[in-house]
């Protein structure tokens, strides 16, 4: 065994692709010594590909409904329309909530809703999608909007009759900038068809990514972990993520995928069903930490922007991801619904104070950068003692 682990690690620090078969048996390993053979070697490669800087956001999350016609086996989130607890933004609502942002020095709003069949202007549900970025734009055009998942413009595209390319298009030329890599969940079908079966399958989720690619947007990617999902659908996921990134390069498209995002599975207060079945309520830090960095191992050469959750690992796991591969602490956020309501632990919003102070107490240099990783200069710093 100890062979195998070293030949497959020394391949990888030598960047060479390792296979399908080579990530799950790395996934398998339950050996401490073996464990941390995995995470040195993530942690070297994040080295090569990115550097020792550690990168943050400030953005802000505008889930602008969640009501949703769908019905998600770990979403604790939607609602029905008449139900208690149900809510759709106005647009002086969302418009304060962008000022506040702004005001707090954002640079990015996060927008995402449920699946609300009544969000139509004239009978349009792109209209509707529109207005929401443009009456955002209007009052404040230098905010990135990082918008609307696959599964939004399937919805979208399947309500007004119309193309994915022609979603993403009209939407780019109001002032999207780039597209969360959401409602992936796991790129596996039979395990979509058990957690969620209303969603789109594997193949729209690869195929909306691809268009968005092609037309000039860039976008995100992820992939919820913890749940049913086997060893070999996760590396499946990884493979489907770095073909996108493969097609988006060999083909000159003018974008890509720009960060890989694990999700952990949260089930505290998520529909029952899942939660039973998973048989616990709150990530294992030890799971996602080897996940996070056969992650960097698999898909470093392609995607080199690696990023925890510490909404659903906490602060202090997100931390220790940052030794097993990841690059980037992620943003913000100033206010997080989805994951807090299925019972996250992290918090719902994070201090720009708080994030630096995690990186710097990991003797590593804190970097400001916007959303699709261009750094923002004036708050670059540099290595400090603690």
């Known amino acids: 065994m100890a062979k195998q682990l070293d030949a497959i690690l020394q391949q990888a620090q030598q960047q060479e692709p390792i296979s399908r078969e080579q990530g799950e048996w790395l996934l398998t390993q339950t050996d401490t010594v073996a464990k941390e053979a995995i995470k040195e070697t ?175 947007m860039p976008t995100t990617s992820t992939m919820l972990s913890g749940h049913i999902e086997t060893p070999a659908q996760q590396i499946h996921h990884f493979q489907q993520l770095r073909s996108l990134q493969e097609k988006a390069i060999q083909n000159n498209y003018p974008a890509g995928i720009t960060e890989f995002i694990l999700l952990p599975f949260v089930g505290e207060d998520a529909p029952q069903p899942l939660r039973q079945r998973v048989g616990r309520d709150q990530p294992v830090l030890e799971d996602a930490l080897l996940l996070t960095a056969v992650a960097r191992i698999y898909l470093g050469n392609w995607i080199t922007n690696h990023q925890p959750s510490w909404v659903k690992l906490g602060l202090a796991g997100a931390k220790e991801a940052l030794k097993w591969g990841c690059n980037d602490i992620g943003g913000t956020l100033m206010e997080e619904h989805i994951t807090t309501m299925a019972g996250a632990k992290g918090g719902t919003g994070m201090a720009v104070s708080d994030l630096q102070n995690a990186i710097r107490q990991m003797g590593r240099p804190y970097q400001q950068r916007n959303t699709i990783y261009e750094p923002i200069v004036q708050n670059a710093n540099t290595l400090e003692k603690v």
């Open 42 to 216: 993530a942690d070297q490669l994040r080295q090569k590909q990115v550097g020792e800087t550690v990168t943050y956001v400030i953005n802000r999350n505008i889930n602008f409904t969640n009501i949703c016609e769908q019905h998600c086996s770990f979403c604790a989130f939607r609602r029905d329309a008449e139900s208690e607890g149900a809510y759709w933004l106005n647009w002086e609502e969302i418009l304060d909530k962008t000022a506040d942002a702004v005001q707090r020095g954002a640079t990015e709003i996060c927008m995402q809703g449920g699946l609300n069949p009544q969000a139509k202007i004239n009978g349009s549900t792109l209209a509707y999608y529109q207005q929401l970025v443009t009456t955002i734009k209007a009052a404040f055009p230098d905010i990135h909007l990082h918008g609307f998942s696959p599964q939004e413009i399937q919805f979208i595209a399947r309500e007004d009759e119309i193309s994915y390319e022609t979603v993403i298009g009209e939407l780019k030329a109001v002032g999207v900038g780039s597209m969360p890599g959401t409602a992936a969940e796991i790129l596996d079908d039979r395990a979509r068809k058990i957690i969620c079966p209303e969603k789109i399958n594997t193949q729209t989720w690869l195929d909306i990514i691809s268009t968005a690619h092609r037309v000039g």
